[in-house]
Nanobody, 118 residues
């Protein structure tokens, strides 16, 4: 089992910045990918950015150029630096940890609210 806990959400004006943090614990040696997803009211959860244990990074088109995902494997942390925030970035942001062994399993945090005022 893996547990993930997010922190760092809040209210920010459009154009501002926020940094989200996520701490993983438990069977962390099995984690391959860590990253961030978000869910806005009335919408499906969507990928924001992820990073594999090998350093492969994926960004949603909406995040490219504004958001940066990074991992600190020594601390079992993943971060999301968000710059140039827009009203449409308002959502609950979820940390995700994915293991591949013994089976592909996704672990989710409880979510942290990010609200961008226009």
């Amino acid at each position: 089992q893996v547990q993930v806990v997010e922190s760092g959400g809040g209210l920010v004006q459009a154009g501002g910045s926020l940094r989200l943090s996520c701490a993983a614990s438990g069977r962390i040696s099995n984690i391959d990918t860590m990253g961030w997803y978000r869910q806005a009211p009335g919408k499906q959860r969507e990928l924001v950015a992820t990073e594999t244990s090998g350093g492969g990074i994926t960004y949603a088109d909406s995040a490219k150029g504004r958001f940066t995902v990074s991992r600190d494997n020594a601390k079992n942390m993943v971060y999301l630096q968000m710059n140039g925030l827009k009203f449409e970035d308002t959502a609950v942001y979820f940390c995700n940890a994915r293991t591949l062994w013994p089976r592909l399993t996704n672990y989710w945090g409880q979510g942290t609210q990010v609200t961008v005022s226009s």
